[in-house]
């Protein structure tokens, strides 16, 4: 899909508009909650590397495993804003 | 180097500022339109016949994936060829990954089949972070031979292979371990009768959506981080000025070194939640 000005002023259909709108709001909203929790993720991380510095290296892999696993969850709701700009027609 | 040595240290808030306001100044380049889709259309490279619905024809993400097949193996026979007692700075390197992999993946998570199965996991591993490394290098596979970058595990179907080999292995593992009943009686949990058959079927259905996090969650990383060094690399296009180019540059290096982060994370992530599920496949009853 072309996003250039002229193509969305040609198409510019209540249905288009809607598939945008929801695009949008899928991307944004769905990404206040892994945020949240990427930050309590990382707050207790920290707090409990200060408290025991010397288990330092375990903490830092679980943090990553945690990293991960919560991205996935900001990236399922990019991936269905993906799916209504580029999919449903 | 001598002559930047002799600008006192009063002259240089006064030089930068002459430089931005130069490159704001200058007329900018053409406009460009901008279409991100173009990475994700896949042409045929070489066209080879259906067998059924099955298409054989070769397309990029099989070429990248040969490409990445090939890197892995000259580049461990290469290291291999090389082993010394008192190893250089690329043993060190590949023997730190290896053992990540085999005691800080495999061991650290399967307490029963670690030695069985780590040559899976370590492989899923390496695998994964070469064909994600390569996709961040331009290669001439562009549309009309330019160059592109291209991630074979952006492609769902790659993804959902990877994820599919976990699944039938923990699977597999399960069976092997305690027998086809004794598997599925291993995930009946004792709980209140209603509550049981519940907790059955959630359990089966989280299952089922191991797949689909698994492969979901490697295809996105990899599209979003295109995306974003697409939309990054194309801006410098679109805005008409060169003070902007100059600060997009910046940061495209910036989202550049984040993606090669990200490449490496999602390797690791995946390799131990393959090991978590294999594990917890293989371990005896709550």
């Known amino acids: 899909m072309d996003v250039s000005a002229a193509t969305i002023a040609a198409a510019a259909t209540t249905e288009t508009g809607l598939r945008l709108l929801g695009a949008g709001l899928a991307a944004g909203l769905g990404v206040i909650g892994p945020g949240v929790g990427m930050g309590v993720l990382f707050g207790s991380s920290i707090e409990s590397i200060a408290r025991q510095p010397e288990l330092r290296g375990e903490i830092r892999l679980n943090m990553f495993i945690g990293i991960g696993i919560i991205e996935a969850l900001a990236l399922y709701a990019l991936v269905v804003a993906l799916i209504l700009l580029f999919v449903v027609k | ?286």
């Open chain 2, 1 to 286: 180097m001598k002559l930047l040595k002799r600008i006192p240290l009063w002259a240089w808030p006064i030089i930068a500022l002459a430089l931005l306001v130069g490159l704001f100044l200058l007329p900018g380049g053409n406009k460009a339109t901008f279409d991100v889709s173009g990475e994700f259309l896949l042409h045929p490279l070489i066209r080879l016949p259906k067998i059924g619905p099955v298409d054989l024809s070769i397309t990029k993400p099989v070429v990248y994936l040969w490409i990445t097949v090939l890197v892995v193996c000259l580049f461990a026979a290469f290291v291999n060829r090389g082993l010394k007692t008192k190893p250089g700075r690329l043993q060190v390197a590949m023997e730190g990954l290896y053992e990540l992999a085999r005691d800080g993946i495999a061991g650290a998570v399967m307490k029963a089949g670690a030695d069985t199965w780590f040559p899976y996991i370590g492989g899923a591993f390496f695998f994964i972070l070469v064909c994600n490394l390569v996709g961040l290098i331009p290669l001439p596979f562009g549309v009309g031979h330019q160059l592109a970058f291209y991630a074979a595990t952006g492609n769902i179907n790659v993804t959902i292979t990877l994820a599919v080999c976990t699944f039938v292995f923990t699977h597999y593992a399960g069976v092997r371990a305690k027998g086809p009943f004794g598997y599925i009686r291993s995930w009946v949990i004792p709980a209140p009768p209603v509550l049981k058959q519940f907790i059955f079927v959630s359990d089966v259905i989280s299952e089922l959506f191991r797949l689909v996090s698994l492969s979901v969650r490697l295809f996105a990383n990899m599209i979003a981080g295109h995306f974003i060094l697409a939309v990054f690399f194309a801006m410098v296009l679109v805005f008409q000025s060169y003070l902007i180019g100059v600060v997009l540059q910046v940061g495209s290096v910036a989202v550049f070194l984040f993606e090669i982060f990200v490449a490496a994370i999602q390797a690791f992530i995946f390799a131990i939640l393959s090991a978590v599920y294999i594990g917890t496949a293989l371990e005896e009853e709550h």
